[in-house]
Nanobody, 115 residues
Framework: QVQLVESGGGSVQAGGSLRLSCAAS????????MGWYRQEPGKQREMVAG???????NYADSVKGRFTIFRDNAKIMVYLQMNNLKPEDTAVYYC?????????WGQGTQVTVSS
């Protein structure tokens, strides 16, 4: 089992920045991919950014150039730096980790961007 705990959400005005953090614990050996997803009420959860154990990243088109994902393999943490936030970025953000084909999720952290 892998446990994921997010932190860093909050409320910010459009154009502002936030950094989300996710700490992994438990059976963290052989974690392959880690990433961030988000979900608005009534909508499906969508991928925001992902990063492999070797540091290869990918982003949703809507956040490219504004968000940066990075991970600290020694501390087993993944971060999401969010700049130039927009009201449409408002959602619950979830940390995700994949190990041996099983997906694990954090409890989510709310990000609210006001115009």
């Amino acid at each position: 089992q892998v446990q994921l705990v997010e932190s860093g959400g909050g409320s910010v005005q459009a154009g502002g920045s936030l950094r989300l953090s996710c700490a992994a614990s438990g059976s963290t050996n052989r974690l392959v991919g880690m990433g961030w997803y988000r979900q608005e009420p009534g909508k499906q959860r969508e991928m925001v950014a992902g990063i492999t154990s070797s540091g290869i990243t990918n982003y949703a088109d809507s956040v490219k150039g504004r968000f940066t994902i990075f991970r600290d393999n020694a501390k087993i943490m993944v971060y999401l730096q969010m700049n130039n936030l927009k009201p449409e970025d408002t959602a619950v953000y979830y940390c995700n980790a994949n190990r041996f084909g099983t997906n694990y999720w954090g409890q989510g952290t709310q990000v609210t961007v006001s115009s």
